[in-house]
Each structure stands twice: as C-alpha cells, then as structure tokens.
C-alpha cells in the first residue's frame, strides 16, 4: 500500500512539473497572433481592431523618425507592408529597425484601425511586437 501510494505522489509531481519544462517566452513578443492576408485585414478593419496578427508582405516606404518624450528623445520606424497585389498595412515599431526597401518580413503585432497617442496617430496600422525575415 505505501508502494503504491509512493508511485502515486511520484506521478503527480512528475506530471504537474511537466507543464513547467516548456521554453520561456518573452512576454513582450510573445502573444497568441492570427495570421491573416493583409487584403482580410482591409476588407473587415473593424473586427481586428486591436487584434494581434501575423502578416506577411514585402517592404516599401521606409522611413525612421523621432519623437519627443519629455525630455527624452525616441526613434522609431514605419513602413507600409504590401502583399502581392499592391494592397498594404503600415507598421510602427519602436526603435531603428534595419529594414530595406524590397525585403520580405514577417510581422508579429496588434492591428490599429484607428488609434491617437500624443506622439503617432495609427491608421490601418500595426503596432510591431515582433519583425522577422520571411
């Protein structure tokens, strides 16, 4: 019996510490996104309204600026992500992203169809958590 009852505790904590083992995840980029066609996106803006999203395109109009702070100056960059057919979301992510014109990402982030801050009005925009080379 007291074998038994051993074995028993044994695989309770054996499977309770299971779920512990998995890879830690940045809680900054880490976030459960859709990956969704940017033309879906356009079509519907209303219902992924502060989505998290996955999108997929190709880079043009880059541009990295800066805003004030305070008394702190911050850079950041935007850039319009298109697919295939021309159709396009802007991205803003804070900080100096080396992106080119032409290169082809992966972008991990919440959908802002319309969003004012004192410092970037967001327009059909996605707020980068998480850019990538696709």
């Given amino acids: 019996m007291r ?10 904590i054996i ?14 980029v880490a976030m459960l996104a859709r990956e969704m066609d940017i033309t879906a996106i ?8 502060s989505a998290a999203l996955v999108v997929k395109g190709m880079v043009w109009d880059v541009s990295t600026e800066k805003m004030t702070a305070g008394d702190v100056e ?4 935007i850039f319009k992500l298109a697919d295939r057919d021309g159709n396009y979301v802007g991205v803003f992510s804070l900080g100096h992203l080396d992106v ?18 004192a410092y970037y009005n967001f327009r059909n925009d996605i707020e980068a958590m998480l850019v990538e080379e696709d």
């Fill in 74 to 77: 911050v850079e950041y960059t």
């Fill in 100 to 117: 080119n014109e032409g290169d082809r990402l992966k972008v991990t982030g919440i959908y802002r169809r319309r969003m004012e801050t």
């Fill in 15 to 28: 499977a309770l510490s299971s779920g512990c083992t998995q890879k830690w995840k940045d809680p900054e």
């Fill in 42 to 49: 356009l079509l519907d803006p209303i219902i992924y309204d």
């Fill in 3 to 12: 074998t038994t009852g051993l074995f028993l505790a044994t695989a309770v």
